[in-house]
T-cell receptor, first 119, second 114 residues
Framework: AQTVTQSQPEMSVQEAETVTLSCTYD???????LFWYKQPPSRQMILVIR??????QNATENRFSVNFQKAAKSFSLKISDSQLGDAAMYFC????????????????FGGGTRLMVKP | DTGVSQNPRHKITKRGQNVTFRCDPI?????LYWYRQTLGQGPEFLTY????????KSRLLSDRFSAERPKGSFSTLEIQRTEQGDSAMYLC????????????FGQGTRLTVV
C-alpha cells in the first residue's frame, strides 16, 4: 500500500520570505502522480500543484514550485514570497495511475502541515 | 456551475441514529469520491464512483456505511447506527474522466455524534 508522510506538523514563515514543506512517500509503482493541496480554515481543499512521476522537470505554478526526487521518493513544496493568504493546512497526496486500478484517481494524503505566515 | 456542493454543512446526531449526506458534483464530472477527515489528520479514502457504478470501497467503510450515486449524478452517503467514532468531516470530490485530472472538493459535512 502507498503511504505519504509529512514530518512537519507546523511551519512558520515571515511574509515575503520563502518556506519549504517536506513530503516523502512510499510506493512500488513507477507511474503515479503527486499533488500538493491547500486547505484554508473552514474552506474547501484546492489543488496547488501537481507532478507526473514520469516527468523529470519539476512543476512550477507562479510562486509555488516542487523539488521532486523520484529515487529518494521525496516531494517538497517551496513557496516563494509568502503571503498572508498562504496560511492554511497543506497536504501532500499521491495518486496511482488510474490505468492500473479500479479506484480512479483516488488520493492518499499525508497528515498535513499547518503553515502560519507572520506579517 | 458553482463547484462541488455538500449538504448539510453540519450535522449533530445522537448515537445510534442514522444520517445521510448529499454531494452534488460538478455536472460534467463522471468520477466521484468520498473521503473522511478527522481533526488534525489528512483525508482518508472511503469510496469511488465512476458514473453510477461504485468501483472501489475502502476497508474503512464498515457495513454501517452505504453510498449510492443513482443515474451518475448526485451521491449520498448514509451511516446507520452512528457511533461516536464516526464524528469527522466527510468530504466529497469529483473529477473528469481523463487520467490525472484535478479533483475538486466540496466544503464537507461535519458530523458530530453525541
Amino acid at each position: 500500500a502507498q503511504t505519504v508522510t509529512q514530518s512537519q506538523p507546523e511551519m512558520s514563515v515571515q511574509e515575503a520570505e520563502t518556506v519549504t514543506l517536506s513530503c516523502t512517500y512510499d510506493t512500488s509503482e513507477s507511474d503515479y502522480y503527486l499533488f500538493w493541496y491547500k486547505q484554508p480554515p473552514s474552506r474547501q481543499m484546492i489543488l496547488v500543484i501537481r507532478q507526473e512521476a514520469y516527468k523529470q522537470q519539476n512543476a512550477t505554478e507562479n510562486r509555488f514550485s516542487v523539488n521532486f526526487q523520484k529515487a529518494a521518493k521525496s516531494f517538497s513544496l517551496k513557496i516563494s514570497d509568502s503571503q498572508l493568504g498562504d496560511a492554511a493546512m497543506y497536504f501532500c497526496a499521491y495518486s496511482q495511475s488510474s490505468m492500473n486500478n479500479n479506484a480512479g484517481n483516488m488520493l492518499t494524503f499525508g497528515g498535513g502541515t499547518r503553515l502560519m505566515v507572520k506579517p | 456551475d458553482t463547484g462541488v456542493s455538500q449538504n448539510p454543512r453540519h450535522k449533530i446526531t445522537k448515537r445510534g441514529q442514522n444520517v445521510t449526506f448529499r454531494c452534488d458534483p460538478i455536472s460534467e464530472h463522471n468520477r466521484l469520491y468520498w473521503y473522511r477527515q478527522t481533526l488534525g489528520q489528512g483525508p482518508e479514502f472511503l469510496t469511488y464512483f465512476q458514473n453510477e457504478a461504485q468501483l472501489e470501497k475502502s476497508r474503512l467503510l464498515s457495513d454501517r456505511f452505504s453510498a449510492e450515486r443513482p443515474k451518475g449524478s448526485f451521491s449520498t452517503l448514509e451511516i446507520q447506527r452512528t457511533e461516536q467514532g464516526d464524528s469527522a468531516m466527510y468530504l466529497c470530490a469529483s473529477s473528469a474522466g481523463a487520467e490525472n485530472t484535478e479533483a475538486f472538493f466540496g466544503q464537507g459535512t461535519r458530523l458530530t455524534v453525541v
